[in-house]
């Protein structure tokens, strides 16, 4: 399972939750540019803090590069695998591939979701080339999964993606952005306009709109939905793929907990034999919990239906706070939403999810209260189960309805 890590608190969770492995971007050469990433000796320590803890790490330079690029990309990519000892390189431009194999032989490099793989004949060429792992395009069925694992060398791996946000282009190569904002999406810098309002006409029928089902909030219809494939995977386990992709470098911590913490559960429930309709629901409830558009299952059974606004995000329960420490039944928390003395709250760790009431909260200065509304304040609180630094605890969202 790869997951992940916009920034450190993002990597921290995903590994704590159950990752075997984290992408994430440094603060250029990305498809994120926006996301929180890491600068040089930020890699360098997140790098040698998941290795401690079993997790590879695969950085991404993935965007499409001018001639000016090339050279700076290698030399970040030589300090990567040879400073940092990052375990793979995620790639696009055949040119920055190129450039990057010959300088870096001893690379292992994955090619990008961007390069829109979807034939077994693309994929013994990137592999033939010295691509040791494709990531498929989002377009591809499952059916269409199988038969070209069935065509290809096992020494090819296979990685799809199973949750997250899905773009309206082909794999996200999409121009939309760099033509009405100047921000180029192919270089990390969407400004994702194919979620804004729009009204579509074609030239040769004026008067005639696109017939879509419009809402309060407007219509959308270049959005995409989010991918959800929870409930079926140990149909996409049984491909067989090399690796289970999550969606979300610009996702906060509370995301990519949940998420993350779901599919491990999943992946474990599988791997027992113990994937039955009762744990398919219960953590399928897990995913309604975090900010989220309508979800379908992408392109794996056909093409997803499109209801006409997509753009829209809903949740259920909301990040309250994170652990600092714990000790003898009191949490050190820091708050990040509206808390009160008599919530209904649970405490989020690797080991299970614990529902408690939320008792009288302690300030810094001493002082006990009922109420803690300020974000970012450190306070202590009665917890009746064990946790850790890093642990999170998540109550019922105040507003059920956020946008992005």
């Known amino acids: 399972m790869l997951a992940p890590a916009g920034g450190e608190k993002q990597l921290k969770a995903a590994v704590r939750f159950g990752a075997d492995a984290v992408y994430l971007g440094a603060n250029r050469y990305g498809m994120r540019a926006h996301a929180g990433n890491f600068d040089e000796e930020a890699l360098a320590r997140a790098t040698a803090w998941c290795h401690a803890r079993g997790v590879k790490v695969y950085l991404t330079l993935n965007i499409f590069a001018y001639d000016e690029d090339i050279e700076p990309l290698v030399d970040l990519a030589k300090y990567a695998v040879r400073a940092c000892d990052v375990d793979a390189l995620i790639m696009a431009d055949p040119g920055a591939i190129a450039a990057v194999m010959d300088a870096l032989p001893e690379a292992e490099i994955h090619l990008s979701t961007q390069m829109s793989t979807m034939n077994a004949r693309a994929v013994r060429f990137w592999h033939d080339a010295g691509i040791k792992r494709v990531v498929l395009s989002r377009e591809?069925?499952?059916?269409?999964?199988?038969?070209?694992?069935?065509?290809?060398?096992?020494?090819?791996?296979?990685?799809?993606?199973?949750?997250?946000?899905?773009?309206?282009?082909?794999?996200?190569?999409c121009t939309l952005s760099k033509y009405l904002t100047g921000r180029d999406a192919n270089r990390g810098d969407c400004a994702q306009a194919c979620r804004w309002t729009y009204r579509l006409e074609e030239q040769k029928r004026p008067g005639e709109y696109f017939p879509v089902e419009e809402t309060e909030s407007g219509v959308h219809i270049f959005s995409a939905?989010?991918?959800?494939?929870?409930?079926?995977?140990?149909?996409?386990?049984?491909?067989?793929?090399?690796?289970?992709?999550?969606?979300?470098?610009?996702?906060?911590?509370?995301?990519?907990?949940?998420?993350?913490?779901?599919?491990?559960?999943?992946?474990?429930?599988?791997?027992?034999?113990?994937?039955?309709?009762?744990?398919?629901?219960?953590?399928?409830?897990?995913?309604?919990?975090?900010?989220?558009?309508?979800?379908?299952?992408?392109?794996?059974?056909?093409?997803?239906?499109?209801?006409?606004?997509?753009?829209?995000?809903?949740?259920?329960?909301?990040?309250?706070?994170?652990?600092?420490?714990f000790s003898k039944g009191r949490a050190v928390i820091e708050v990040k939403n509206k808390i009160l003395s008599g919530d209904s709250l649970e405490l989020m760790t690797p080991a299970g999810t614990f529902g408690f009431t939320l008792g009288d909260i302690t300030r810094a200065d001493g002082a006990v209260c009922s109420a803690c509304p300020q974000p970012n304040s450190i306070v202590t609180i009665d917890l009746p189960h064990p946790c850790e630094e890093g642990d999170l605890i998540r109550g019922t969202c105040r507003n059920h309805q956020t946008g992005e």
């Not at 906060?252 to 994937?275: D, P, S």
């Not at 499109?306 to 909301?318: A, L, N, V, Y």
């Open 225 to 325: 939905g989010d991918m959800n494939m929870l409930p079926y995977l140990d149909r996409l386990c049984g491909v067989p793929l090399d690796s289970l992709k999550i969606e979300g470098r610009m996702k906060n911590e509370y995301y990519v907990a949940t998420v993350v913490g779901a599919y491990r559960q999943a992946l474990n429930a599988i791997a027992r034999g113990e994937f039955d309709d009762e744990t398919r629901a219960r953590l399928s409830g897990e995913l309604l919990k975090i900010s989220h558009r309508p979800y379908d299952t992408g392109f794996y059974f056909g093409a997803p239906e499109h209801p006409g606004d997509r753009d829209w995000f809903t949740q259920s329960r909301e990040l309250a706070a994170r652990v600092l420490s």
């Open 140 to 173: 591809v069925s499952l059916d269409r999964i199988k038969a070209l694992r069935a065509a290809i060398p096992q020494s090819c791996e296979l990685e799809a993606f199973v949750h997250g946000a899905v773009c309206m282009s082909y794999s996200g190569r």
